[in-house]
């Protein structure tokens, strides 16, 4: 069964400094991959996703992810934090069930960004 | 760019209500899904649909239906609203799963019920 993993629920970073979010993933079979994040009052955008072939994956405002099948992890990094990217992010895992695909969603991870 | 609209941003019912949640996409896509939201607990699957009449439960369908008539719309029905169904629902929707694997999925804005 799958199941998805966030470290931390609350991660805190000065503005400049590294964001590392983790995830971590159960699945039985290669699945697909995607980070999302949610700013205050809003829905849920897509960052970036892992389908196939390159195992690291570039996104948007910054934020990148390695697939690392041994570790079954998909963690998300930006080298230097900005003020903006205060906001929730999601993991997520899609892979093959009855009839297509389910996708699971991490707890989520509050990023705080200090000044 | 894709728009997945949901038809209020807050609503407050009392308890015994039937409520109504809408919710449009714009993109043709084929599936659509509701979640609740809640603190701690992430995103949890309400229902699907991958067509038009066709629904599917997902994770925590208790207290709940659904409605697709249309293509581009899905409701969210609260049968009998009550205080634990106080939360964030979420609107999504994404094109169809097949050979080309899962897609993403393009959020609502949400609506936030208060249950009192």
């Known amino acids: 069964a799958q199941s998805v993993t966030q470290l931390g629920s609350h991660v805190s970073v000065s503005e400049g400094a590294l964001v590392l979010l983790r995830c971590n993933y159960s699945?039985?079979?290669?699945?697909?991959l995607f980070w999302y994040v949610q700013y205050p009052n809003q829905g849920l955008q897509l960052l970036l996703k892992?389908?196939?072939?390159?195992?690291l994956v570039k996104g948007i405002n910054g934020f990148e992810a390695e697939f690392k099948k041994s570790e079954t992890s998909f963690h998300l990094t930006k080298p230097s934090a900005h003020m903006s990217d205060a906001a929730e992010y999601f993991c997520?895992?899609?892979?093959?069930?009855?009839?297509?695909?389910?996708?699971?969603f991490g707890a989520g991870t509050r990023l705080f960004v200090k000044a | 760019d894709v728009k997945v609209t949901q038809s209020s941003r807050y609503l407050v019912k009392r308890t015994g209500e039937k409520v109504f949640l809408e919710c449009v996409q714009d993109?043709?896509?084929?599936?659509m899904f509701w979640y609740r939201q809640d603190p701690g607990l992430g995103l949890r699957l309400i229902y699907f649909?991958?067509?038009?009449?066709?629904?599917e439960k997902g994770d925590i369908p208790e207290g709940y239906s659904v409605s697709r008539e249309k293509k581009e719309r899905f409701s969210l029905i609260l049968e009998s609203a009550s205080t634990n169904q106080t939360s964030m629902y979420l609107c999504?929707?994404?094109?169809?799963?097949?050979?080309?694997?899962?897609?993403?999925?393009?959020f609502g804005p949400g609506t936030r019920l208060t249950v009192t």
């Open positions: 649909s991958y067509d038009v009449k066709m629904k």
């Open positions: 892992y389908t196939t072939g390159a195992t």
């Open positions: 699945s039985s079979v290669p699945p697909y």
């Open positions: 993109m043709d896509h084929e599936n």
């Open positions: 999504a929707s994404s094109l169809a799963s097949g050979v080309a694997g899962a897609h993403e999925q393009y």
């Open positions: 997520a895992v899609s892979d093959r069930d009855t009839g297509g695909f389910k996708t699971i």
